[in-house]
């Protein structure tokens, strides 16, 4: 696959899943007071959904720029299957697509310790 259409795709899904991840870490600060230190739970609960939400875009970057098509693929698989459970939980709030959403997040862990890894043993 061209490298150009491999950073478009990583683009599109970087779009696709920062919206509904944006939207529930904005969520999960609805109910914070004005003034409230940025070092508060509140804060710490948005960056982690941000983080556990991008894992897969992480994933992608480091496949693109090392040149592991295979696993630029088995991350796009993850991404779809994650994007389609956040836009699904969002319109449903169905636990079963909270399911699919938490099993993609743990798939897109389990693949950017696998590339990381793979990086360390080809040096």
């Known amino acids: 696959m ?11 899904v970087l779009v696709a899943i920062n919206i509904p991840t944006i939207s529930f870490a ?3 600060l ?32 480091l496949a693109i720029r090392r040149n592991h098509f295979l696993s630029f693929i088995y991350g796009l698989l993850v991404a779809v299957a994650e994007a389609v ?9 169905n ?11 743990v798939a897109a862990i389990i ?4 590339e990381l890894n793979l990086h360390k043993s080809r040096q």
């Open 2 to 12: 061209n490298k150009t259409i491999q950073w478009v795709i990583w683009a599109i």
């Open 26 to 28: 904005s969520f999960s």
């Open 30 to 61: 609805f109910g914070t007071a004005e003034g409230t230190r940025i070092f508060s739970i509140d804060y710490v609960i948005a960056g982690l959904v941000l983080i556990l939400g991008n894992i897969i875009v992480i994933h992608l970057f």
């Open 85 to 93: 459970g956040l836009y699904v939980f969002i319109g449903t709030f």
């Open 95 to 105: 636990a079963i697509f909270l399911t699919i959403t938490g099993i993609s997040i």
């Open 111 to 114: 693949l950017l310790i696998y």
